[in-house]
């Protein structure tokens, strides 16, 4: 047995173009990485007389599990398994589950699960049903191909979570996400081991859980876009039976104008009120002064807790900014006679009342940042969007936290800064009790401006190499090893029916109107849009905006960004491949230089891509400026003021157009500044 | 006003590189094609300041199609009309019905539109809401872009069916397709005007529809894989806000063994059985000799009639062997007592019992061409599998008619084949009144070979081709006209929802195990899988094979086919255009070349495509022959024999290898016949 470090593991095969086979000494692409790992000799064939036996009694949900497995290892391996008989003992899958799962998945279950693999046979073992689906899902990442076979290696897998809390928020307020959406992410939030789904179900724009008691909220106020309860149930229970938690986020008492639309007695200030297409920060908030707006909290908490069996309920909290109190004389007043300082404090009486009713229906509260307060209890959760440091304040305190900060997808960042961001950074000030309290993090997709169809590419891949950060060691954090594994991982999102390479590509073809628009695919193969912040400054988006441009077509963090550095990086070493990855750099400048003629044609004739004209000249510039410089690079012999005039090109092409930014430049500079290393 | 002629249609742009842009003398790809359009003088420009109006009160149906109408189009022209403003009158699209439609609708309900566009503004009318969703969605084909802004074309259109029944059948039994697959399909369905949605609900291997009366029928005969009755009437309402039927296809007596696994007693055999996972014919029939079996068949069809307010209800009635009743002494006793005098006399006893039931519930019955008897009245239906012929004899004899035959995609014909067959072809023996017996017909997918991942490439576009066949006139036969419409018309099919482009890319991508399979893409692009036939010879497929390999990742009929045929006459031909047609087709071969290095590696490493090496040498070999084949044409210059020794390659290479043959060979022969024209 060869025994592999977590660093060893960065040694898996680095195969871009096909990541179909691997060497009797790799393994496949495992994500998130294993806490440990030990690789055997050998391997287990799979084929058409595949068993499974069940060492303890299964339950429904384990079964489903191994079926959904054994349909998609099929898939993969093209070996007829989905049937596979289940025989009594020594199958070729044996699981082993020592303990009954409670009822309710709890966020400090026993997630760890044990995975051996022999030519004779895989053992599963697990406490929990929660701990065989996360082996289940390794083994998937496990199955490949050998000498034309397909084969699990053979291989021995300790493994547990390091953070409890792993989740994903998906915003459905600002734009509505269908249930076939949320179900094709939640298969694969179970791929790479997040479970916790975390549903912003209402804000300013929109309320999409029906209310049997307040049936207005959805009627009035979510243009007829929203959950069933029935819905939200299935959705429930599709997440459990995928070992995710779901946890509600009803966000108040900022972020209510869709509940003031439908029922504006609850509001601070007096309506008519409309569904804003506007996004931003509303005035309007609940009236924390009346009790009739508790009393309505409390029903309306009570019909979403019976729905929603988690132990957690989040109340948002967010951007509360206090004009709607300050503005209304009786609150005024109110505030007075209460002996209120200011809105804060305001904010804090609300919360206080509002915690006695979400624990009164049983669960504990959660908010974002805001509802950390002096106080408040300590059974609540602080969920940090404004960071690390606010985080840590909360934990030194004895508060839980979660880190949703350096998570936030539509900021557009790279996986790999995703990936670096820790919950608890190896630096950390907090002693070893109160990084217990840091209970893990979440991903966050808002959606002002995704989509059904955009959605996908937007969470994904990238929420896998996130996945890994809250899943893997702390030591796991080679940047080089997660891009390996983040592209065939990412073929396997869309094998559970993910959109995020299709969707795009869809998008792509649609706007050339062309089946095979490659000249297009080209440019936006090295195009990514750009922040969230940056896109509402260029562009004014709001509800009604189509997203249905090139920005909405092109993807974050796309490979190429990845790939030009590491072409670089070899190009520009002494080694062996030196030459190869020369030629690879020529032949994708001379593709920029060639795609450019054919896209001017082609973007002048669309208004939907109109504004990407000038990105069509920089690519060929930028083309050009490659060729150049791999010219030059040998013998450094760019001439004098070449680098310079090359620098002003690329600096001028880093600035944002057609809401997008390209990937390389960094890449390219450094090319550049090699090649013209001579000069002066 | 310049009016064309359908003839004259066909000189719209051909540009299969990119339709994004028409000169203004052109117009849009239509399909199927209106029966008359004249077009105007300039255009409707589309902007924000969109608005409808309704000149005649809309009902519920309208407006939602409306809506759905202005949500596609601004996703296609980039302009915010989703939420276009109704105003009440001279909006600028003005829409007029008519005539109120029944709640059900019929086969012989009118569904012609008028559809006028000017600069000003544009005017829907018709007598029935049918009739305007098919005008909507001629708009939406008519939306395109003119020196970059988008607009609708002056046009005037005066449109109506050529036949009432334009169907598609999907068969739901032998492989399984969850709501939203048929949902994506009746929206595509709507797209060209289909207005019949067949649903092969029960066979041999599966009953996918549940009955309250009988609900073994899906707890034991369904794999766990069927639709609810709430489902069903889900997808019927969706199927009517479309403007589609829905016949639900109950067959019997034969294809009954799932009805039988579960209730055993209406066999005419002993049981116990189970669901087969062998396709073909199966020897299993109820028993049509016992009044019980009638009892149950009475309470079904009433309840399923409940659920289908079609009036046509289709009972099957194929292929019934026979074997099991004569392997019944009892029912053989029956016979002779009855008088009757085979098995095909035995069914037509039962078929005349069972329309007294059919008929009882208040519907008409359809069956396969083996309920066509003497002596069955004449309002049954005959749907033809077996052909043109057999449904003339129909028709002569005057039942009513509906041609499938020509229509089964999954012999994977072209749609050039498919489009040329006519239910009424213009060389029709029978009388105008015997031909108004011709309903129409319906384009029937099998699912032996097809799963949901698949179903989509299968069926789609070959389909738009078909129902232009259906609704367009006689005369319509320019093929290349068809070809040239038909990619667009693609791309419009997948804004709908459909994965017939995106779901092979992606089983490449996963074949591959790469994002970016090139060279496997440029072998897949000019391959086809073989007939249903060939595949079920070639390889044993039941409904337990993965469908999962190269097979199932090409499509029939790829646009590769059309384009060399052009690309090689333009090359043959002395025009202008030769040289360029002929650096299109160098290029070509030489990407054949090019690709087969690296399939070989690719290929050798999967057992999924391990039987498709031979592919990869002879796209080789073939482009080789293309590239020689170039190089000598201008003078003529091949080398003695080499004409023979191409032809000989051709010839291999058309035979079957890993169920898939080439596209072009037909194409790349008459290049050779040509550049080898001189030798002897």
Redesign the interface.
Known sequence: MKHFSLLASTALALM??????IAATELPALMPLPSTISQGDGSFPLTASFTVAYATPPDERLTAAVNRTLTRM???????L??AAVVPSAGSLTISVSGPDAAVQGVDDDESYHLAVTAQGIQLASTTVVGALHGLETLLQLAT?RD???IIPAVTIDDQPRFRWRGLMIDVARHFEPV?VIKRNLDAMALVKLNVFHWHLSDDQGFRAESKRFPKLTAEGSHGEFYTQEEMREVVAYAHARGIRVVPEFDMPGHTLSWQVAYPDIGSTSGPFSLPDRFGIHDEALDPTRESTYKFLDALVGEMAAIFPDAYFHIGGDESNGNAWRSNPKIVAFMKSHDIKDTDALQVYFNSKLLKIVAKHGKHMIGWDEVFTPGLPKDIVIESWRGQESLSKAAAQGYQGILAAPYYLDGMATAEKHFLADPVPADTQLTPEQQKSVLGGEVAMWAEQINPQTIDSRIWPRAAAIAERFWSPQSDRDVESMYTRL??V??QL??VGL?H???P??ML??L????Q?ADLDTLASVLEPVSFHERYQGQHTDA???L??LVDAVVPDP?SRFEMSRSVNEALADGAAAGSAREVLRQRFQSWVDAAATLNT?I?????M?DAAPRVQQLAQLGQTGLQALKALPGKTAPAGWREQQTQIINEAAKSVALTRFTFLLSLQKLVDAAGGAIQ
Chains 1, 2 share one sequence.
């Open positions: 871009l173009t096909s990541h179909l086979a099929q898939y993969s391996s093209g070996v007829a989905a049937h191909f034309g076979h397909a076939e592209w065939p990412s073929l869309e094998t959109t390479i299709s969707g590509q869809k073809r649609n050339a109107q062309s089946q628009p009604r905006t189509p249905d441009r490979p082609l002048s004739l669309s208004p939907r109109a």
